[in-house]
C-alpha cells in the first residue's frame, strides 16, 4: 500500500511556471511506476504523464508535451511535475498516481491516487 501527498498547487499567470510534488508514503516507491493526472471541472480526468521505475522512462499528453517535465527522486520517495509555459486550460486538479505496473500508453488507470491539488491557470 502507497499513500500520495501533493503539494506545490496555487495560482500562475499564463506563461508562467509551478512545480507540484508528491510524497509517497512506504519503502517500496521504487516498485511504483508514478504519474500525474488531471480533471478540469466539469471534465473528465485526464492523463498528463507517468515515469517509470527507475526515472528512466517518461510519457506525456499531447497536451503538455515539451512544456511539462516529470522526474522523481527514489532515495526521497518524491515525484515532480515541472510546469512550464502554461495555459489557462491546465487549470484543474492534480492527482498523484502510483501503479506497480508501468504502461507505456496514456492511461487514467492508476491503482493509487492522492487527494489533489489545485492548480489555476489565469490568462
Known amino acids: 500500500q502507497v499513500q500520495l501527498v501533493e503539494s506545490g498547487g496555487g495560482w500562475v499567470q499564463a506563461g508562467g511556471s509551478l512545480r507540484l510534488s508528491c510524497a509517497a508514503s512506504g519503502r517500496s516507491f521504487r516498485n511504483y511506476a508514478m504519474g500525474w493526472n488531471r480533471q478540469a471541472p466539469g471534465k473528465e480526468r485526464e492523463f498528463v504523464a507517468a515515469?517509470?521505475?527507475?526515472?528512466?522512462?517518461?510519457i506525456y499528453a499531447d497536451s503538455v508535451k515539451g512544456r511539462f517535465t516529470i522526474y522523481r527522486n527514489n532515495a526521497k520517495n518524491l515525484v515532480y511535475l515541472q510546469m512550464n509555459g502554461t495555459k489557462p486550460d491546465d487549470t484543474a486538479v492534480y492527482y498523484c498516481?502510483?501503479?506497480?505496473?508501468?504502461?507505456?500508453?496514456?492511461?487514467?488507470?492508476?491503482?493509487?491516487w492522492g487527494q489533489g491539488t489545485q492548480v489555476t491557470v489565469s490568462s
Open positions: 515515469v517509470s521505475w527507475s526515472g528512466g522512462t517518461q
Open positions: 498516481t502510483a501503479d506497480p505496473t508501468f504502461r507505456v500508453v496514456a492511461t487514467t488507470t492508476w491503482k493509487h
